[in-house]
């Protein structure tokens, strides 16, 4: 394992530098917008615009890195990236704005996309999990890390785009400097997401839903903090603790749904989601917030693991591949969506961030209930190994651009 596991740190060093400066990224836009003084929904649009940008990068950009490689795509991806930022810092007009988050969106799918197909192309099912599991330490631990440096350099001023500029140029290095072979180039191909709702609607709307959630956490709750007069260094804080949760829940969570029904974990999750909701709706801002932070951050990071494995449990092994790209592709739907419908929430209510999110979830429980007295459980084989996965770039499942759309029959 560990001899073989020279050829994947290159890829990993420059994900985990990427991450810290990816998420200094997303708590500073909406502080920083919100300190121009845009309104809840201009910023939502914002981290919508994001997401939807994601939904593009993920659906398209496998033919540039089909076409120059695992090493050069990872270059333009971040130089395209690091060009958006140096706009960012320079210019305040919100309309180029919301343009220049549609190609970060686009950008940083492509990085995830190379990075993760780098690691699945060059591993085995012996150590796949493992893998991926330093994968997600590494993204989440580098993205709570680059919470801190809202306090060490704040949202005003140039200066924190450019220690985001520094981050991501120093996160190019590894990958172009490494001696060891990128993955070999396979052309790409189209996949028939309608065939996957046949297949799998839980899995479908459950990455969807996953989608809806985490969109409108990232984007804004930032913003919710900035509404209720915290700083930014306990914004950061604050944050960085909900991600915390996600990072160390994904596992307990995860090994629980191979032991039993995946869609009675999922039932259980959504409701202690809401639970946790109407308790910061209700909360005054005290040491119990921070509890609350961290279970909401492992309730909402775990639900596209939790989802797309349940949907694969009903896959046979060559369908799986096109099943986890087409759930990509609900999760950045969903994520495109939530922050317009949450901002709207925030704009009618001081907590409407956390009453939609109760929304979201309370619905997502009442779906999964249904689907449970319509479809029994799997009794014919052990469920599919569940592998914890980050929130903000669900690509980590098995995703190939060489997926093939007729791969998906109706069972």
Known sequence: MFGGFRSFVAPLVGLTIFSAANGYLMSLVPLRLNLEGSGSFEIGLAAALYHFGLFLGAFRTERLISAIGHIRAFAAFMALLGTVVGIQGLITDLVLWQVLRLLSGIAVAGIFLVVESWLLSGSEPSNRG??????????????????????????????????????????????????????????????????????????????MASGLAIGSLYGLLPLHFADQGVDDKTTGNLVAITILGGMLLQYPVGRLSDRMDRRKVLIAISFLGVAVSVFLILSLFNALMWVW????????????????????????????????????????????????????AMKLAPNGLFVSLALIMLALAIFFIFRLRQRPPIITGPEEVFVPMPGHTPVVSEINPRTDQDALVDK
Do not use: W
């Open 130 to 207: 493992t893998l991926l599991a330093l994968y997600m330490i590494s993204y989440y631990g580098a993205s709570a890390a680059g919470q801190m440096f809202l306090g060490l350099f704040g949202v005003e001023g140039y200066a924190p785009f450019l220690v985001i500029l520094a981050l991501l140029a120093a996160s190019s290095m590894p990958p172009s400097l490494t001696r060891l072979p990128a993955p070999p180039i396979h052309p790409p191909s189209a996949l028939n997401i309608l065939k996957l709702y046949q297949l799998t609607p839980s899995g479908l709307l459950g990455c």
């Open 293 to 344: 932070l961290f279970l909401l951050g492992g309730v909402i990071f775990t639900l596209y693991p939790l989802a797309i494995s349940h949907g694969c449990d009903h896959m046979p092994p060559e369908d799986m591949v096109a099943a986890t790209q087409g759930m990509l592709l609900a999760y950045s739907l969903g994520a495109t969506i939530g922050p317009l419908g949450s901002s709207v």
